[in-house]
C-alpha cells in the first residue's frame, strides 16, 4: 500500500499538524474551494505532483496557463525562501514531472477529438444550449441517422443530416414524431455559432483514446496530462461539455474494481461551476450518476471552483477530501458560503471555522481529508506545501520539445475523414441529380426522335427524308387535288354531253 501524501502542515508552539492524503481513499473525491488568488492552483500542483510520484496519472484544466510548468523542475526563489522560512516549512525537492500536453484545439498540445455520436444528443444539447423541444428532434435526428446506418462523426456530418431531416420532415413524422422545422433551424444555428468559436474542432476522428490518460513513464511514475483550457474557457459550455464528456468516457469504458489501494487516475475539474450553472435536470441526474458511480471504477474526481455553493448537494455529498481556501464575505451570498462551508466540515474546538475562513493567507487552508476508515478528519489550519516542479508557465520552445517527445506523439495530430453521414447524403443527391440529368436527356432523344419522325431528316448526303407529317400532307394534297380535278372534268363533259348535275 502507497504511503499517505503529505499536502499541507503548520508548525506552532504546541507542535506540528500535518495533513495526510491517503491514497486509498483518493477515489472518494474531493473539493478544493476558495476566492481567486488565495492558493488553489498551488493546491492543485502540489496535489497532482504526489499522485504522480506514487504512479497515479493525473488529468487537469490548465485555465490559467500556469499548470504547464510541472513539466520543469522548480527552483529557489526569494519569494519561495521567505515563505519557508516563515512558515517552518522544509525546502521541496526539485523535480519535474512527467506530462502531455493536451489542446482541443491543436495549437498548446495534442489534439483532442470526439465523434459526434460518441458525445451524443444529451451533451450536445447542453453545447448548442437547446431547449427541450429542440432537444427531442435533436435525439431524433440521431436516431434516423442510427437507423439509416449514417455516421456522424464530425460536425459537417451533423448540418447534413439536420438538413435532410428538415426537408423531408413529414415522411418521418409517422415514424419519429413530430419535427419542426424551426427547432431544425435552431440546432443549425447552434452549430454554426460553436463552428465559428472554434468548437468543431472538437469533433472528428482520431477520436481520443482515454487509456492514453492513463499512462506511467519508464520510472513507474504518473504522466500528469495538462488540457490547455485558457482559449476552451472562452466558451464555457464547449468546456464543461468536454470535461463532463471525459468523465463519462472514464465511467462507461472503465471495469469495476472496487476500492484499491491507489486510484488509477485522478481528474481535477476546474471551474467546476461552468459544470452545473443552467444545467437542465436531465444533465444534472448524469452528472450526480457518473460522480457517484466513478468511484468503483478506480478514478478520484476533485472540483476546482470559488465557492463551495457553486457544486449542488446531491454532488456535494459524494466528495470526502475538503480543501478549503480563504473566502471573502463582501456580499450576501458570500457570507451564506462562508456559514455553509463551517457547517460542513468537522468542526475543530481549536479553531472557529467560520471566522477563519475569511481570515486565511494566501497558500494557507483548513484542510478535512478521510481517515483510514472513511471518516472526514477534524479540520486543521494549515499551510500548502510548495511544489518541486516549476510554478508558472513554460516556454513555446519547452512546450514543442514536450509534444516531440511525448508519448502519444504523431497519433493524434493526422486528421482522419472517412466516409460517413455527409459523404453518403451527398452521395445520394449527386446521384438523383445524375438519374434527373439522365431523364431530361432520354427525354430531349426521344423529342428528336419524334421530330425527325414528324417532320423528316436531311440524311448524311444531304438527301431529305419525309416525315409522317409531310407524307400526310402530300397525301392529301394529292387527294384534294385528284378530287377537285375529277369535279372539274365531270363539270365540262357533262356541258358538252348534256348530262344532268
Known sequence: MSEPLLIAQKTAADGTVQCFLRPDKANRHGLITGATGTGKTITLQTMAENFSNIGVPVFMADVKGDLSGMSQVGGFSEKLAKVIKERGIATPNFKACPTTLWDVFGEQGHPVRATVSDLGPLLLSRMLNLNETQAGVLQIVFKIADDQGML????????????????????????????????????????????????????????LNIADLMQTDSNGKGIVNILAADKLLTNPRVYAT????????????????????????????????????????????????????VRSKGVGVYFVTQNPLDVPDSVLAQLGNRVQHALRAYT??????????ATTMRQNPKIDIETAITELEVGEALISFLDEKGRPSVTERVYVLPPASKIGPITPQER?????NSIVA???????????????????????????AKIKE?????????????????????????????????????????????????????????GKR
Open 152 to 207: 456522424l462523426l464530425d460536425m459537417k456530418d451533423l448540418r447534413s443530416m439536420c438538413q435532410m431531416v428538415g426537408d423531408n420532415a413529414s415522411s418521418y413524422t409517422t415514424s419519429y414524431g413530430n419535427i419542426s422545422v424551426a427547432s431544425i433551424g435552431a440546432i443549425q444555428r447552434g452549430l454554426l455559432q460553436t463552428e465559428a468559436q472554434g468548437g468543431d474542432k472538437f469533433f472528428g476522428e482520431p477520436m
Open 242 to 293: 468536454f470535461l463532463l464528456w471525459m468523465l463519462s468516457e472514464l465511467f462507461e469504458n472503465l471495469p469495476e474494481v472496487g476500492d484499491l489501494d491507489k486510484p488509477k487516475l485522478v481528474f481535477f475539474f476546474d471551474e467546476a461551476h461552468l459544470l452545473f450553472t443552467d444545467a437542465p435536470k436531465v444533465l444534472m441526474e448524469r452528472i450526480e450518476l457518473v460522480v457517484r458511480l
Open 332 to 341: 450576501p451570498r458570500d457570507q451564506e458560503a462562508v456559514k455553509a462551508t
Open 400 to 404: 514543442t520539445q514536450l509534444q516531440l
Open 410 to 436: 504523431g497519433a493524434y495530430e493526422k486528421t482522419i475523414d472517412r466516409e460517413s453521414a455527409h459523404e453518403k447524403i451527398k452521395g445520394r443527391i449527386e446521384t438523383k441529380l445524375e438519374e434527373a
Open 442 to 498: 432520354d427525354d430531349s432523344s426521344m423529342m428528336a426522335g419524334m421530330k425527325d419522325i414528324l417532320f423528316g431528316k436531311t440524311g448524311p448526303r444531304g438527301g431529305q427524308h419525309d416525315g409522317v407529317a409531310q407524307i400526310v400532307v402530300k397525301s392529301a394534297v394529292r387527294t384534294v387535288g385528284s378530287s377537285i380535278g375529277r369535279q372539274i372534268i365531270r363539270g365540262v363533259l357533262g356541258g358538252i354531253f348534256g
